[in-house]
């Protein structure tokens, strides 16, 4: 048996604990080429398909949005319309969850390929490459986009049934009846499965910028990492969001300093207190939300790289080159 002593001089972090890569996603979240595509992907979400003000929840909107980018969020709100609503808004509730889902899809693949590349190989590949990769990826995006998009609308149209067949029960049983609770239940496992799901085609998207992968291999390939490594992934997701939040409060202070120290240069009269306008709330407002889900999408493909070596086996550093 060896006992000589042994001499630490540095210890590797990232391998010890592999959730502090996940802070290397700050080097992506004001990178230009991921706040364009995070631009673009926060301008499809808010495309409007004539659903009302009042289908979204507001109590699900102020327990999501402090943690969840709006253009995720906006997803998450159009799964609740379907499933509160039903059919009587279901045409244009499922248009607007698959082309919102496409929007986010499109620049979550470009700012993964971007992180993935400074990240491994210390490259950055520009606006026009990054367009041009994700324009590359349009057939997996739109089949793993379609995939995710029918497994939840199944799920969705089950749990509709559900209702109900419990709602007329209930006035037979009364509202304590056992399929009343069995109802209750099923929404949580609906919840689960659809978080489940939204967490899976993301790192599906992070599969396609990373490995080139198909859609469809991607979105089973995402899934399997989160059952797979469940709690793993869930402590990785709940890291992303708090850096995300971090990251849009220190930028929402910044860009509303900025504001005023511009106003005040220009400003007449010293002693009044400058207004933001109308027009620079919008903007900020827009570049919070960019560098958010830029973030989010930063910490997404870095968390893919790192369940593909714990599950797979495969070099953190490797990224496909396929064409």
């Known amino acids: ?39 673009l992907a926060f301008a499809g979400s808010r495309i409007d398909f004539g659903l009302s003000s009042n289908s979204d929840s507001l109590e699900l909107t102020s327990a999501v949005s402090p943690f969840v980018p709006s253009a995720i969020t906006q997803i998450i709100l159009n799964a609740e319309t379907l499933a509160v609503f039903g059919s009587s808004r279901g045409t244009a509730a499922s248009l607007s969850l698959i082309v919102h889902m496409l929007c986010v899809g499109f620049g979550a693949v470009g700012i993964s390929r971007f992180i993935a590349m400074v990240v491994n190989r210390h490259e950055r590949s520009g606006v026009l490459r990054t367009a041009i990769f994700c ?15 029918v497994i939840g609308l199944m799920g969705l149209l089950v749990f509709r049934a559900a209702g109900k067949v419990t709602f007329w029960f209930s006035g037979v049983s009364g509202a304590t009846s056992l399929p009343n609770i069995a109802f209750w239940l099923s929404s949580l496992m609906l919840w689960i499965v659809l978080s ?37 992934t869930v402590s990785f997701v709940i890291i992303i969001g708090v850096i995300a939040k971090l990251v849009g409060l220190a930028t929402w202070r910044c860009v509303t300093i900025a504001g005023k120290m511009a106003l005040r240069s220009i400003n007449e009269n010293p002693n009044s207190p400058p207004e933001l306008p109308t027009g620079f709330e919008s903007f ?30 495969v070099d953190f550093r490797e990224i496909s080159d396929q064409k």
């Open 284 to 313: 900020r407002i827009w570049f919070v939300e960019a560098v958010q889900f830029s973030t989010v999408c930063c910490g997404l493909a870095i968390a893919y790289l790192i369940l593909r070596q714990v599950i797979d086996n």
């Open 135 to 149: 324009l590359s990826c349009w057939k997996p995006i739109l089949v793993s986009t379609s995939l995710a998009s």
């Open 1 to 39: 048996m060896n006992k000589d002593a042994v001499r630490i001089n540095q210890i590797d972090l990232p391998m010890v604990f592999p959730s502090v890569r996940l802070l290397e996603s700050l080097r992506g979240a004001w990178s230009i080429p991921c706040l364009l595509a995070a631009v």
């Open 196 to 232: 489940v799901l939204l967490a899976g085609w993301l790192l599906g998207l992070s599969a396609m910028a990373i490995d080139r992968v198909d859609g469809a291999e991607a979105l089973s390939r995402g899934i399997s990492y989160v059952l797979s490594r469940f709690r793993r």
